[in-house]
Every structure is written in structure tokens, then in C-alpha cells.
């Protein structure tokens, strides 16, 4: 292949996908454009060089003109190899608009070292814009969706704890006043009446607990340890019952919201103990470490673990791999978690496999 320096370069320029542009300061007007420059903004060499100063700064966007203009004065002072980036929006010759990337340098330099002509290579990124911009506007009109569905299900929740109370009143006064008048049967059914609409009180309450509003209160510095043990106090009589051995390490001081912190600990507590294998004891052991510019918590159960199938579906509202005769519960308190830990701005995952246990971690931020 023989091909000279000139022919070369000449056919890269024209190849590139990129607009390219050489300015002379002195004369004020550009000395070259490539053949994509044409492509992408409708003008020849000669339609921008007709233009006087203001015509051409015209062709750039009322919003962006004040950056343009402090941009074209950086861009003299540049270091011989360093390059200015700017993006704006640029009017192509039919009216429309582009949105420009442009990189520019000093191309060459009188003998006092003083700039006298500029480069620059622009692409035209409209596209990505236009897919960022409806992105945006997806992402706003999901949120507000999805605020009213929770808002939805807040109210459905709050609504339903009338008739509720009214099942739960009703089923007990006719076993107080129809004792002894049931027959078996009757009873049974009663039992079964009273069971569920308890079930589904809890249901609710965990319902309205994870859409209520969380409360304006002020992030507090938090002695985990401290909070652990008031936690641990709580849950004391099913750890009794259950003859579980708690072991905590050693906990940090975070600045957060203490109420979230709490139920982010009584809930994976909670369920380390109630996932306990049928033999055996049942040990729990609370660990912090730092992880960048985050505390990561972990609650690790030797219970009867997780499939790795079901490690994302868990954080799911209602999701429970168990019937609720083998493990009672609602399926609400992960995804209670999850919620919480969105808002801290960290993330909480499992890693267990079935008989082997299973550790649940989440991250804090640190400040
Ligand atoms: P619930 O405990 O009310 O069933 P959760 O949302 O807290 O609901 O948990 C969802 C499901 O994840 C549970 O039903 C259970 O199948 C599984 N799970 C949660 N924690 C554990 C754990 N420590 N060990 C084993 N399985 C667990």
C-alpha cells in the first residue's frame, strides 16, 4: 500500500464520524471543515464563513450561549496538550436542533507560543438525549404510579380494618354467647373464622406499616450495640422458648434513622429465628464491617435456608416459600427491608443455600 502522509490524513478526515473544525483567532473565521461537519449541520465552509460573529453564535441554543461563550474564552488559554469538552444544542441549517459533544485543543501557535488557530471535533449525540430525556420522563411518571398504588393500597388496608373488626368482635361474641350451644362443628368453624381474620389483621397492619408515611424525624448518631441489646429485649421470650444463641460482634456508631435501623434488625432477627432448623440450636451471630463509604451488616442463622432460586423473589411483597401451617408469617417483612433500605440508599441481599443456613446483609451509609 503506498500512500503519502497527505492522502492519508485527508481520507480519516473525511471517513470520521465526527465533525471537525479548524478556527483561525486571527482572522476570526474557520480555515477548515470535514465532510461529515457538512453532513451533520446542513453548512459548507463557505455558509459559515458568510456569517459575521453574532449570525454564527446565533446558531447556538439561547440556553447554552453564555457556556459557549466562556468555553471560546478557555480555549485559547489551553495547555498545548490539553482539551476543552463542552456540550450544546446547535442549529443545523433546515432549523432543526442537534445536541453537540465537542472536544477542542490550540492547533498551532505564532513564535511567541501565543495560540493562533483552534481545533475541535464534535459528534452529534441527539439521540442519546432524546432516549436520556423520555428515560427521565418514564422514570417520573413511574414514581408517581407507583406512589399511587401504595397510596391505593394504604387506603384499601386502612379501610378494611373496620369490617375487620367487625368479623373479629361478631366471631367472638358468638363463642362467648353460643358456648357450649355449638356443636363440634360449629366450633370448628368458628375457630377457623377467628384464626384467619387474625391473620388477616396482621396483614394489614404490616400492610399499612410499610406504606405508612415514614415520620420527618431527624437522622440520630446510633450506638448500634445499644440497639441491638434493646432489640434482643424484646425479642427475648421466643429466644428463651427457642433456647437460641445469639453471639454479636462488634457494632459501630452510624448516623441514621433509629426507628428504620430497629425494624431492619427485628425483622431478619425475627426470621433467623422462626427459619430455625426443627433440631438442633439455633445460633444467630450480628457482624458490621466497613465497606467503602458504607457499613455492611450482616444477621447469619444456621436455619434451614434459602434456595439461590428465590434469593430476589424473597424481597418481594407476599413472597413465602413456606405454607403458613409449617411457618406462620405474612410475607411482608423483607419487602419491609427492602423499602427501608432504599430509602437509607444502601442495598440488602442473601446468600444461603438450603440446610445451610442463611446471611442476610445491608448496607448504611457512613455520615
Ligand atoms: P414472612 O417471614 O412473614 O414469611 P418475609 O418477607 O420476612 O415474610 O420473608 C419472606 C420469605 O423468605 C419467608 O417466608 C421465608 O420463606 C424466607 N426467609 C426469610 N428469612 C429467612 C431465613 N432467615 N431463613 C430461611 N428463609 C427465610
Not at 33 to 54: E, F, R, V
Not at 55 to 79: G, I, K, R, Y
Not at 166 to 187: A, P, V
Not at 285 to 304: E, H, L, P, T
Amino acid at each position: 500500500m503506498n500512500i503519502t502522509q497527505t492522502s492519508f490524513k485527508d481520507k480519516v478526515l473525511d471517513l470520521s464520524i465526527n465533525g471537525v473544525y479548524v478556527y483561525d483567532l486571527i482572522q476570526g473565521t474557520n480555515l477548515y471543515i470535514n465532510q461529515q461537519y457538512t453532513s451533520l449541520t446542513g453548512y459548507s465552509l463557505d455558509d459559515i464563513n458568510d456569517m459575521d460573529h453574532a449570525e454564527f453564535f446565533s446558531l447556538f441554543h439561547p440556553e447554552d450561549q453564555e457556556e459557549v461563550a466562556n468555553h471560546m474564552s478557555l480555549v485559547p488559554t489551553l495547555l498545548p496538550d490539553e482539551i476543552s469538552i463542552i456540550e450544546y444544542r446547535f442549529k443545523r441549517k433546515d432549523g432543526s436542533w442537534m445536541w453537540c459533544r465537542s472536544h477542542d485543543s490550540i492547533f498551532e501557535r505564532d513564535h511567541e507560543e501565543k495560540p493562533t488557530q483552534f481545533m475541535g471535533a464534535f459528534i452529534d449525540f441527539s439521540s442519546q438525549k432524546v432516549a436520556e430525556a423520555k428515560l427521565a420522563s418514564n422514570n417520573r411518571k413511574l414514581q408517581s404510579k407507583n406512589q399511587e398504588l401504595e397510596q391505593m393500597s394504604y387506603i384499601i388496608s386502612h379501610d378494611l380494618q373496620e369490617p375487620l373488626r367487625t368479623i373479629t368482635n361478631f366471631s367472638g361474641l358468638i363463642s362467648r354467647k353460643y358456648e357450649g350451644k355449638l356443636d363440634e362443628k360449629g366450633n370448628q368453624y368458628l375457630s377457623i373464622i377467628s384464626q384467619a381474620s387474625a391473620r388477616m389483621g396482621k396483614m394489614v397492619r404490616g400492610i399499612l406499616a410499610l406504606h405508612s408515611k415514614s415520620t420527618s424525624s431527624p437522622k440520630t448518631e446510633i450506638d448500634c450495640e445499644a440497639l441491638l441489646s434493646s432489640v434482643i429485649t424484646e425479642l427475648s421470650a421466643v429466644i428463651e422458648e427457642k433456647n437460641v444463641v445469639i453471639e454479636i460482634g462488634e457494632l459501630p456508631r452510624v448516623f441514621s434513622w433509629e426507628n428504620d435501623l430497629r425494624l431492619l434488625f427485628q425483622n431478619l432477627i425475627s426470621n433467623a429465628i422462626k427459619f430455625s432448623k426443627s433440631e438442633g440450636i439455633p445460633e444467630i451471630s450480628i457482624s458490621a464491617i466497613q465497606k467503602d463509604r458504607a457499613w455492611a451488616f450482616s444477621v447469619q442463622d444456621n436455619g434451614i435456608g434459602i434456595d439461590p432460586r428465590y434469593h430476589r423473589e424473597i424481597f418481594r411483597i407476599f413472597e413465602r416459600l413456606h405454607s403458613k401451617d409449617s411457618y406462620e408469617g405474612t410475607g411482608i417483612g423483607l419487602a419491609h427491608c427492602k423499602k427501608i433500605v432504599d430509602k437509607l440508599g444502601g442495598e440488602i441481599w442473601v446468600e444461603s443455600k438450603p440446610e445451610q443456613g442463611s446471611t442476610f446483609t445491608f448496607t448504611v451509609s457512613i455520615g
